[in-house]
Every structure is written in structure tokens, then in C-alpha cells.
């Protein structure tokens, strides 16, 4: 069962363009909304994350949009750049849930052509 | 070091054998856990842990054994390798509440 489905599985961008990924949940009781940038032979690490209290939070070039209504999120990269090649994983957990363990997409593989 | 630190990095191992992956973090964190990275199905649950002595299963636990005796410690065994179990296993540790969870840099095994 995927709890969060993400899409699209792969991107190219041109330089200076815009990525775009998006996700989508199903559980209501998740509560919390990380983006994880992974680089290759790298483990995943946290770029930008959300509570559902808000509906956009910006951290420079980097923006979550949240719709908890229609329970999807996405994630702006504004300006790419070729070192954001990588890949993106959207995430979700609920401090009720098991250890709070968190829920991950499949991943987005994101390419910058310079 | 302060973090999280998985090993081996590269395992080759023979079908059937008993293989273990070791993590260690270093900052107390209550929740440890493990997942593993196939191309297509992005990162998926293993087991996870609570804390010392509390194991639960994840989406995918079959085939695999987890314990923890020590918080700082969570180490994965493959009981009988099989070739389906080739992949990228992370583990990862977090605190409590809605924060960060660090992930180690990952072991690649491959089951020959």
C-alpha cells in the first residue's frame, strides 16, 4: 500500500527553468511533510519541510506548496542549477504512527542540463 | 564522530548465507530504522525501532531480523540471503516529535 505517491519518476530541466515534483497522501493523520534531496552513493538528506498549518514555506530557491484539502504537495526548485541534479524523495509521518516513522514516495530522479 | 554510521559499505555475499549490516548513531535518538532503496520503489520500511528492546515491522520485512539491545545500535541480519535482496539498505535515526531524520550513508549488497 503507497501511502504517498509521487510523480514524475524522472525530470529534466534546463538551467535557470523551474522543477516542479509533486506528491499526494492518503492517510489524514500524517502531519508533517519533509522533502529529502539525495545525491548519488549519498544517503538522503533533509532539504525543506512543512506542517499542514501552513500552505507554502520558501528556504531560498526552494519552495513547498501544501493543499491539505485536495492532500497534495509539491516541491519548487526555482533558478535550477545542475548541482540540484539529484534525487527527491517527498515524505510523511504522523506522531501517532508507529515510531513515527515516515512514508516516502518513489523518488524523483531530477536532471539540470546547463 | 558524532552521526550515523552504517557498515560494511559494499557486501557481496553468496545465496543463503547469514549476512549482517551494522548502524551506530551516536546521538541518542529514541527511533531507529531500516529501508531499503530499489530503483522504482523509492525507499521502503524494513523494521523500525522505538527504542531498546522495541523492534516492530515495516512494509517489507520478510527475510530479515532485527534487534536492539543498545539505543545506539540497530543492526539488520539477513537470515538466508536471497538474490531478491539485493540492494541499497539505509538506516536512519530521529528524535521525537515531527523533526529531521538522519540517514547513514547506505549498504550496497549484492546476493550472488
Known amino acids: 500500500q503507497q501511502q504517498v505517491k509521487q510523480s514524475p519518476q524522472s525530470l529534466i530541466v534546463q538551467k535557470g527553468g523551474i522543477s516542479i515534483i509533486n506528491c499526494a497522501y492518503e492517510?489524514?493523520?500524517?502531519?508533517?511533510f519533509p522533502w529529502y534531496q539525495q545525491f548519488p552513493g549519498k544517503g538522503p538528506a533533509l532539504l525543506i519541510a512543512?506542517?499542514?498549518?501552513?500552505s507554502e514555506k520558501k528556504e531560498g530557491r526552494f519552495t513547498i506548496s501544501f493543499n491539505k484539502s485536495a492532500k497534495q504537495f509539491s516541491l519548487h526548485i526555482m533558478d535550477s542549477q545542475p548541482g540540484d541534479s539529484a534525487t527527491y524523495f517527498c515524505?510523511?509521518?504522523?506522531?501517532?504512527?508507529?515510531?513515527?516513522?515516515?512514508?516516502f514516495g518513489q523518488g524523483t530522479r531530477l536532471t539540470i542540463n546547463p | 564522530d558524532a552521526g550515523i554510521t552504517q557498515s560494511p559499505r559494499y557486501k557481496i555475499t553468496e545465496t543463503g548465507r547469514q549476512v549482517t549490516l551494522m548502524c551506530h548513531q551516536t546521538?541518542?535518538?529514541?527511533?531507529m530504522f531500516w529501508y531499503r532503496q530499489d530503483l522504482g520503489h523509492g525507499l521502503r520500511l524494513i523494521y523500525y525501532?522505538?527504542?531498546?528492546?522495541?523492534?516492530d515491522k515495516g512494509e517489507v520485512p520478510d527475510g530479515y531480523v532485527v534487534s536492539r539491545s543498545k539505543t545506539e545500535n540497530f543492526p539488520l541480519t539477513l537470515e538466508s540471503a536471497t538474490r531478491s535482496q539485493t540492494s541499497v539498505y539505509f538506516c536512519a535515526s530521529r528524535g521525537t516529535g515531527n523533526t529531521e531524520a538522519f540517514f547513514g550513508q547506505g549498504t550496497r549488497l549484492t546476493v550472488v
Open positions: 492517510n489524514t493523520a500524517f502531519d508533517y
Open positions: 525501532s522505538a527504542a531498546a528492546d522495541i523492534t
Open positions: 515524505a510523511a509521518s504522523s506522531p501517532w504512527q508507529g515510531a513515527q516513522k515516515l512514508v
Open positions: 512543512i506542517r499542514p498549518d501552513v
Open positions: 546521538w541518542s535518538h529514541s527511533y
